[in-house]
């Protein structure tokens, strides 16, 4: 019997997994523009390839830090393009900075919409997705609670570096030498675009407490418009609960990697008051005043 395409994949990614176990964390990263990038997932080449991808004006993308709900948005995404128009289109590697030059290429000839997803700050970005106005959905999710999930996220993802402690990892998190940068830094450039008419912010945090109605605000930002049935249907799809118990058959046996807990509020679970203290404070330096700071709702999130 012949592999599916997903399973072709999947054995590609336990192949380049088992590649990644053997390297030290130094090995494992490379610095593009001062930040730093999985290096078993991004390359300069692609970063040049990328350059060349000219945008369309019915694009979508998703935009999020790591572990702000990127692989979530994506299905939801997904779901609103594609499967409601009954169009049979698989779930690609959407995040293009994994993409080598040869798929990146592929990208030039897919049919419209395309979907991308990115971990890329604004700048980094091919011009044409600012210039055409492409259709951005941001994703963030308060960050004590996002330290928390990629602390376990890399430390059971081998193509990223690994830490000893949680403490080892708060101190990288908040110094920003983590792969894909700092999440404060992330979020500051990030806040520059968003009063911009194609750019939407969705906080993981609504979504979770409101799931449905901030499906009809995505829905509608992408100019459809959705019966009860198909809100229901879509809704179904993709809660987080449904994604984890079909997560073995998506992201095979990184399944549980990918998804965790996605809940609210497990930072209390590891951060010590100290350690909270600091976090407040560099949110305060940083966000706290800016309209994306204000819409993470701090407060509420992330005290004790």
């Not at 128009?85 to 779930?91: A, E, L």
């Not at 941001?138 to 990629?150: C, H």
Request: proline letters at 4%; hydrophobic letters at 35%; charged letters at 30%.
């Amino acid at each position: 019997m012949a592999e599916t395409e997903a399973e072709t994949i999947q054995a590609k990614m336990q192949k380049l997994l088992a590649e990644a176990s053997k390297k030290s964390p130094e090995e494992l990263v490379f610095n593009y523009k001062g930040v730093l990038y999985p290096r078993f997932m991004c390359s300069n080449e692609s970063f040049q390839a990328l350059e060349s991808l000219e945008a369309r004006e019915d694009d979508v993308m998703v935009v999020t830090y790591p572990k702000c709900g990127t692989h979530w948005a994506i299905k939801v995404i997904h779901e609103l393009l594609y499967s409601l128009q009954n169009k049979d289109v698989p779930i690609d590697q959407a995040i293009i900075e994994f993409l080598n030059p040869e798929k990146v290429e592929h990208l030039k000839g897919k049919p419209s919409p395309r979907l991308f997803a990115t971990h890329m700050y604004p700048d980094d970005l091919p011009k044409s997705f600012f210039e055409k106005k492409v259709k951005m959905l941001l994703i963030f999710r308060n960050p004590k609670d996002t330290a928390v999930s990629y602390y376990h996220f890399s430390n059971k993802n081998p193509v990223l570096p690994s830490f000893d402690s949680w403490e080892l990892f708060f101190e990288a998190y908040m110094e920003g030498k983590v792969c894909f940068g700092s999440y404060f830094e992330y979020a500051l450039d990030w806040n520059k675009h968003i009063d911009k008419e194609n750019i939407m912010v969705v906080t993981f945090e609504d979504l979770k407490e409101d799931f449905k109605s901030e499906l009809l605000k995505i829905s509608d930002f992408l100019g459809l418009s959705l019966t009860e049935e198909q809100v229901a249907l879509v809704e179904s799809k993709t809660t987080f609960k449904s994604m984890k118990e079909n997560s073995s058959n998506t992201h095979g046996k990184l399944g549980d990697v990918f998804f965790r807990k996605g809940e609210i509020a497990d930072w209390k679970n590891y951060f010590t008051e100290e350690q909270s203290k600091e976090l407040d404070a560099k949110f305060e330096e940083t966000l706290a005043g800016t309209k994306l700071g204000e819409k993470m709702n701090y407060n509420k999130y992330c005290t004790f």
